[in-house]
């Protein structure tokens, strides 16, 4: 068990909906990273928090956002879904910057029908 | 930009048999480098990291590592694999003083011969 946990742990949904994806961090940890894990792009960082404040963006689509709340806890939203959205959805965590371990959670696999 | 790159998309190795998984990063100063390994069903997990030093790491489940800046790579090894050891491997980097952004490859798939 690393820590994290990503809830919920499977989604399935029809295109143009909009779905919340919620992590919690290990506990101290400040950093939660959002990663986006498809069978043809791999694992795609999408963006990163620290303490509150975005501090790194990856190729994360404008109908996707994030944030991270005073209590750490990260949600991702995916709006407007595509076909193309299926796909598994890590959470990881980090105490340090740069991170010298990040943790993952299980993920939460979305199904966009 | 930066990326990482993993050559091999699929091995297949017989249980007992040596391994050794490539893994190369574009050129930048002072990388951090990363081997995950990712279950199925699970996320990943770290095996083993590279900051400065040493440039033969040890890891988890005897798992080792060599970082070669003048081949701009960090590849893998494990002198005996064990069936257990069936998952894809995942070599990242980060670099210092540009973000905190981890970089990771797509991964290689390890599958294991009785």
């Known amino acids: 068990d690393s820590g994290v946990t990503q809830t919920p742990k499977h989604l399935i949904t029809a295109t143009g909906q909009r779905v919340t994806l919620r992590c919690s961090p290990r506990?101290?940890?400040?950093?939660v990273y959002w990663y986006q894990q498809s069978l043809d792009q791999g694992l795609q960082f999408l963006i990163q928090?620290?303490?509150?404040?975005?501090?790194a963006k990856g190729n994360i689509l404008e109908r996707f956002s994030a944030q991270q709340f005073p209590d750490l806890h990260s949600e991702l939203n995916l709006s407007s879904l595509e076909l193309g959205d299926s796909a598994l959805y890590f959470c990881?965590?980090?105490?340090?910057?740069?991170?010298?371990?990040?943790?993952f959670g299980e993920g939460s696999r979305l199904t966009v029908l | 930009a930066q990326s990482v790159t993993q050559p091999d998309i699929h091995i297949t190795v017989s249980e007992g048999a040596s391994l050794e998984l490539r893994c190369n990063y574009s050129?930048?100063?002072?990388?951090?480098l990363f081997w995950y390994v990712q279950s199925p069903g699970q996320g990943l997990q770290l095996l083993l990291k590279?900051?400065?030093?040493?440039?033969l790491v040890q890891g988890i489940k005897g798992f080792e590592a060599e970082f070669k800046r003048s081949q701009s790579s960090f590849n893998l090894r494990k002198p005996s694999v064990h069936w257990s050891d069936a998952a894809e491997y995942f070599c990242?980097?980060?670099?210092?003083?540009?973000?905190?952004?981890?970089?990771f490859g797509k991964g290689t798939r390890l599958h294991i011969l009785p």
């Open positions: 990881a965590s980090s105490v340090d910057l740069p991170p010298g371990e990040l943790f």
């Open positions: 990242a980097v980060v670099y210092m003083n540009r973000d905190d952004k981890i970089i």
């Open positions: 050129y930048g100063a002072t990388p951090y």
């Open positions: 590279y900051f400065s030093g040493d440039t």
């Open positions: 506990s101290g940890d400040l950093s």
């Open positions: 928090y620290y303490n509150g404040e975005e501090r």
